[in-house]
């Protein structure tokens, strides 16, 4: 599983209020990255980084915001929730610049009220 | 970004059964990945393959880059191959998923 634990797991939350989720990684990997699960989508890439400070937005990024500031922990911040966010939320890390394998984290589920 | 088109989008196989499950992209791609998640929700990674052939165990899969396409060969099925199927491509960092093949195995 690459060493990747996402906190929390499960979350329920109210409109309006700001949600931080958390991906931990435990080697170091340089590459990181969040997505959305949604039926009938597959997974949609949101933010991603590529190092320590270093972020840049995916394909559904409006709503969202990210923060790097250790190789090891990757922060994904929905600032006032919406319904629309109710979502699984996973994160991932690859071996090397995206060209190789992504290892996925447990996910979060998110419910917005 | 890359289109990722994949079908079918269900299937059911009586265990033992053999499946193709087949993976179309709208451009050239340097990276093409296909991951199961199972019934628990858990994404696990079965194949890099941007181009060739690879087998694991029961479980093969061929990527044509020229002709845009992947397939993923699952041989005797058994109920644990149950779950979603996902292909996923790219031509930077950024993945691109089809909506995914939901398989069945039934005992």
């Known amino acids: 599983d690459a060493g990747i634990t996402q906190s929390p797991r499960h979350k329920v939350t109210e409109t309006g209020t700001p949600v931080t989720l958390r991906c931990h990684q435990t080697e170091n990997h340089r590459y990181m990255y969040w997505y959305r699960q949604d039926p009938g989508h597959g997974l949609r890439l949101i933010h991603y980084?590529?190092?320590?400070?270093?972020?840049d937005k995916g394909e559904v990024s409006d709503g969202y915001s990210v923060s790097r500031s250790k190789t090891e922990d990757f922060l994904l911040t929905l600032e006032s929730a919406t319904s629309s966010q109710t979502s699984v939320y996973f994160c991932?890390?690859?071996?090397?610049?995206?060209?190789?394998?992504?290892?996925f984290g447990p996910g979060t589920r998110l419910l917005v009220l | 970004g890359i289109q990722v088109e994949q079908s079918p989008p269900d299937l059911i196989l009586q265990e033992g059964a053999n499946s193709t499950l087949r993976c179309n992209f709208s451009?050239?791609?340097?990276?093409l990945q296909w991951f199961h998640q199972n019934p628990w929700g858990q994404l696990i990674n079965l194949f890099y393959i941007p181009s060739g052939t690879k087998q694991n165990g029961r479980l093969s899969a061929t990527t044509v880059a020229t002709e845009r396409y992947s397939l993923l060969y699952i041989s005797s099925s058994q109920t644990t191959d149950s779950g979603v199927y996902f292909c996923a491509v790219s031509n930077d960092y950024k993945l691109s998923f089809g909506a995914g093949t939901t398989v069945t195995v039934r005992a």
């Open positions: 451009d050239s791609v340097n990276n």
């Open positions: 991932a890390i690859s071996t090397s610049g995206g060209q190789e394998t992504q290892y």
């Open positions: 980084s590529y190092g320590v400070k270093d972020t």
